[in-house]
T-cell receptor
Framework: EAGVAQSPRYKIIEKRQSVAFWCNPISGHATLYWYQQILGQGPKLLIQFQNNGVVDDSQLPKDRFSAERLKGVDSTLKIQPAKLEDSAVYLC?????????????????FGPGTRLTVT | AQSVSQHNHHVILSEAASLELGCNYSYGGTVNLFWYVQYPGQHLQLLLKYFSGDPLVKGIKGFEAEFIKSKFSFNLRKPSVQWSDTAEYFCAVILLGRNYGQNFVFGPGTRLSVLP
């Protein structure tokens, strides 16, 4: 089966500019996650969708970051305006159902990520 | 706030050496535990997971991990590493409970270098 697709793979922008990332999850996966991975750190969950609804966005900096999954399939993550500290790899992942539910054994599948450099 | 720590930033081993990577989490409730691996230039992929039952979990490529609830630990082991195990390893925890979202908390990662 096709994996999680992300684009672009690399992006370089100047601070205060805006940027958008796109994610296409595995077909049939209802749950979609966006993570930020800063160099030398583990991924940090930014937002989790269940179909087109937000389950958890507690760690999303909402003053500059936004995300949507309008039709419950593809998703976009936007940063406006970007700051130097936003330089990171942005990972998208999907799972058939939310991982961690009691009795479930679903697995997250990760995409290749988008490497963002803010200068 | 909940956190996941990994004992070593960088581990260097020779082929055939035994491996143990430490992982500890700070949360007293019910957890699900994972180890992910990222080979150079590749996606993050799941090595193994613990949801319930036998605390000794076997994963892919000969890896195993043991959940010790009293120590809040989930250490990863492999009896004999190969050069192809060179990668970054991440421990992750998902916290289950009414007051928490279903969010993953990842550790900072341990880079493993295996010398041929």
């Amino acid at each position: 089966e096709a994996g999680v697709a992300q684009s672009p793979r690399y992006k370089i922008i100047e601070k205060r500019q805006s940027v958008a990332f796109w994610c296409n999850p595995i077909s049939g996966h209802a749950t979609l996650y966006w993570y930020q991975q800063i160099l030398g750190q583990g991924p940090k969950l930014l937002i989790q969708f269940q179909n087109n609804g937000v389950v958890d966005d507690s760690q999303l900096p909402k003053d500059r970051f936004s995300a949507e999954r309008l039709k419950g399939v593809d998703s976009t993550l936007k940063i406006q305006p970007a700051k130097l500290e936003d330089s990171a790899v942005y990972l998208c992942a999907s799972s058939f159902r939310p991982v961690g539910r009691q009795g479930s054994s679903y697995e997250q599948y990760f995409g290749p990520g988008t490497r963002l450099t803010v200068t | 706030a909940q956190s996941v720590s990994q004992h070593n930033h960088h581990v260097i081993l020779s082929e055939a050496a035994s491996l143990e990577l430490g992982c500890n989490y700070s949360y007293g409730g019910t957890v699900n535990l994972f180890w992910y691996v990222q080979y150079p230039g590749q996606h993050l992929q799941l090595l193994l997971k613990y949801f319930s039952g036998d605390p000794l979990v076997k994963g892919i490529k000969g890896f195993e991990a043991e959940f010790i609830k009293s120590k809040f630990s989930f250490n990863l082991r492999k009896p004999s590493v190969q050069w192809s195990d060179t990668a970054e390893y991440f421990c992750a925890v998902i916290l289950l409970g009414r007051n928490y979202g279903q969010n993953f908390v990842f550790g900072p990662g341990t880079r493993l270098s295996v010398l041929p």
